[in-house]
């Protein structure tokens, strides 16, 4: 079983839809949650951080964690444009390292 | 510089040639990752560097993968007698000792033909 799976299925939805992405752990004893933003031909960049359940939310991004599941969330609100991208999951499986998920790409239709 | 760097940005060689990927983490980050990322598939780690201490090789996917880290700033991953499914972006990142986010660089997208 994989440290992390996330479906990566493409994802269109229209500006000011509300995108929902998720990801399934393995390990109940993960306490580290990220989700990268990764735009075409760039690196990963650090889009949100979260340690523990519950939402945490910046800006029009909220991150859910559910550890009773071992599932997190992403959720962006009133997309724009500029929000399309490849959304990855990650999860510091504490042997020094990020396991990923394999990313949803999202497009965001104006 | 300010973030992450790899060089080359892009590199196309021929089946069986060697190939050199530089990075040069964030000035004060001991820490070094390499990860490679395939057409469809998520990130794949290969090998983590932390200051002075013997790397993490449990990644590598073969012993035609190298890497070394000199000085505890530059590394280097090193593909010998490459073949086409080594293409794909490699990602170098780094991070400050025992933090959890790590910063990545553009990667280097090698296209072994």
């Known amino acids: 079983q994989k440290e992390v799976e996330q479906d990566p299925g493409p994802l269109s939805v229209p500006e000011g839809a509300i995108v929902s992405l998720n990801c399934t752990y393995s390990?109940?004893?993960?306490?580290?949650f990220m989700w990268y933003r990764q735009y075409s031909r760039k690196g990963p960049e650090l889009l949100m951080y979260?340690?523990?359940?519950g939402n945490k939310e910046d800006g029009r991004f909220t991150a859910q964690v559910d550890k009773s599941s071992k599932y997190i969330s992403l959720f962006i609100r009133d997309s724009q444009p500029s929000d399309s991208a490849t959304y990855l999951c990650?999860?510091?499986?504490?042997?020094?390292?990020?396991?990923f998920g394999k990313g949803n790409q999202v497009v965001v239709i104006p | 510089g300010a973030g992450v760097s790899q060089s080359p940005s892009n590199k196309v060689t021929e089946k069986g040639k060697d190939v050199e990927l530089r990075c040069d983490p964030i000035?004060?980050?001991?820490?070094l990752y390499w990860y490679r990322q395939s057409l469809g598939q998520g990130l794949e780690f290969l090998i983590y560097?932390?200051?002075?201490?013997?790397?993490?090789k449990s990644g590598l996917p073969s012993d035609r993968f190298s890497a070394e880290r000199t000085g505890g700033s530059v590394s280097t991953l090193t593909i010998q007698r490459t073949q086409q499914e080594d293409s794909a972006v490699y990602l170098c990142?780094?991070?400050?000792?025992?933090?959890?986010?790590?910063?990545f660089g553009e990667g280097s997208w090698l296209t072994v033909v």
């Open positions: 560097f932390q200051g002075n201490s013997a790397p993490d």
């Open positions: 390990n109940s004893a993960f306490q580290y």
């Open positions: 990650a999860i510091d499986n504490g042997n020094n390292r990020l396991a």
């Open positions: 979260t340690y523990s359940s």
């Open positions: 000035s004060g980050h001991t820490a």
């Open positions: 990142a780094s991070s400050l000792a025992g933090e959890n986010t790590i910063y």
